[in-house]
């Protein structure tokens, strides 16, 4: 199942939640996971995606969007935290492989959120560079307590907002493509009882209410 190989940032978020709506239904279609795409896909990749998601073993991203080999350029840290390497990548797949659609994965559950809650809220500490992490997800906490949030989905909503404004914010590449209309950027919380994804924020592309 090989979609064209030129496709609108429009087009790449219709496909993404297609496949997410197959996950959900529990009738995927395993797109592109056969012999004839693997050779399809060897002399080079053009990705319709870039998911920059959390590293939650729980969150495989071809697998809850069913998609498979050549579809998605997958970035993924602890809390879909970002430093230079996350930002190269990004911007690697959208100037060089020509990715429509960038994705900002978060999830409700997520365990970098709360252990940065702890440490606001309670003192908590960690050691290593975990603590690392709970810095960069700070910014995101304190966002939400000043606006008097206390359910974790809403420090979840408010974590991906940061991280999607960072990224235009940090990356000019990313911007300019943004505002050009050459490239969307959306933010989505992933559910992990039901397996669904919610559209928190989105730049560049017009989503219909009832998907957030």
Known sequence: MTEIQTVTPHDAFEMLLAGNKRFVAGSPEHPNQDAARRAETAPAQNPFAV????????????????????????????????????LG??????????????????????????????????????????R????????????ARAAGHTEN?????????????????RSRLLAEAVEAGRVALVGLSYRLADGTAHVVTARGIEVPGHLS
Do not use: K, N
């Not at 969150?59 to 997958?74: H, K, M, Y």
């Not at 900002?104 to 500490?125: N, P, Y």
């Not at 989905?153 to 914010?169: G, P, S």
């Open 51 to 86: 998911l920059f998601g959390c590293s939650d073993s729980r969150l495989a991203a071809e697998i809850v969007f069913d998609r498979g080999l050549g579809d998605l350029f997958v970035v993924r840290t602890a809390g879909h935290v970002m430093g230079p390497e996350v």
């Open 89 to 130: 990548s990004i911007e690697y797949a959208v100037q060089v492989l020509g990715s429509p659609l960038v994705v900002v994965l978060g999830h409700d559950a997520c365990g970098a959120v709360a252990a940065t809650r702890a440490a606001v809220e309670d003192g908590a500490t960690a050691g290593g560079y975990v």
């Open 132 to 143: 690392d992490v709970i810095e960069r997800v700070t910014p995101s906490v304190l966002a």
């Open 153 to 169: 989905a809403d420090f979840i909503a408010e974590h991906i907002r940061h991280t999607v404004d960072l990224l235009l914010d």
